[in-house]
């Protein structure tokens, strides 16, 4: 007869997860993340005013959220995580023509309020990890949007404060001795055109007209602890 542990078959002590086995249970959560826009240009101004606009600057700015976690099946989690998040994007012009970066530049900063409604489905657990992925949908509202243009810090585009965005990513839940640790990554997309379409600042009207349309994209990396 020889010993268990000689082979590695003893099996890992698992923590308790007396949180996942509640019908409801909080947390709050902490996270990263990178900015971008997806820019059409516009065909229509691109000859005109030979403005071509590109975000080539991604900075990294901050998620805080709370956690509500509601389960209604054993591998079904219902997720709500209000919180803020902050930001910025820079969008680049460059000549149309000649492919050189003009000198303007907008620096567009954002302070959202966002209200995610998120489905996570778990797999099986394995000791104390256990993989998942999650999917919803995102409202998000920009406190720093639709302000007035700045001419002192040549800022001739404005965001609208609303948008709807659809979420996706993976994760892994990390089951220590007394909290449950979740690393999360996940892409948000935002449904509608955000920039708004008005006649501009006096005199530099190209910086809008260049863009057909503009709509928010988000990557996040997120730590849960619940």
Known sequence: MFPRDIYGQKQKPKNDSWYDDKPLHFGFSLGMNLMDFDIIPSQTHLEQDGYFPEVSILNPG????VVTDYRPARYLDLRFLPGVAFGQRNVRYYDYHTGTLLDESQRLESSFLEFPLLLKYKGERMNNVRPYVIGGL???YDLAGKKDYDEDRKIYLRLKRSDLYY???AGLDFYLPFFKLS???KTSRGLCDIVAH???YPGYPQYINAIEKMKSRIWIIAFHFE
Not at 62 to 65: A, D, E, L, R, V
């Open 138 to 140: 995102n409202y998000r």
């Open 62 to 65: 901050i998620n805080i959220q």
């Open 183 to 185: 690393v999360e990554i």
């Open 167 to 169: 979420e996706a990513g």
């Open 198 to 200: 008005d006649e501009g």
